[in-house]
Nanobody, 120 residues
Framework: QVQLVESGGGLVQAGGSLRLSCAASGRTFSYRMGWFRQAPGKEREFVAGISIPWSGGNTYYANSVKDRFTISRDNAKNTVYLQMNSLKPEDTAVYYC????????????WGQGTQVTVSS
């Protein structure tokens, strides 16, 4: 069983930056990792993903965050990061870390989420 714990959320002004961290309890170095977010009254949406290292460690982003957000992983620390720059009020949401045991398809494990609020 994998447990994911997010941290790093908070309140920031528009144009500012935050770095989210996701600490995994298990050996997730072979897992596909990702970040999703859910704003009030909206469905959960994909933000960023990173493939397993030996498949290239490719990264993927939603168009809305491309060139502003960066996902990375430190396998030695079992941690995934989401660096968020040039934040906008529309980035306000609960951000969830997720892990997938297969290269594609649904993610299998989810964290409890961390709140990010961007003020205008």
């Amino acid at each position: 069983q994998v447990q994911l714990v997010e941290s790093g959320g908070g309140l920031v002004q528009a144009g500012g930056s935050l770095r989210l961290s996701c600490a995994a309890s298990g050996r997730t170095f072979s897992y596909r990792m990702g970040w999703f977010r859910q704003a009030p009254g909206k469905e959960r949406e994909f933000v960023a993903g990173i493939s397993i290292p030996w498949s290239g460690g490719n990264t993927y982003y939603a168009n809305s965050v491309k060139d502003r957000f960066t996902i990375s992983r430190d396998n030695a620390k079992n941690t995934v990061y989401l660096q968020m720059n040039s934040l906008k009020p529309e980035d306000t949401a609960v951000y969830y870390c997720t892990a997938g045991t297969s290269p594609t398809g649904p993610y299998d494990y989810w964290g409890q989420g961390t709140q990010v609020t961007v003020s205008s």
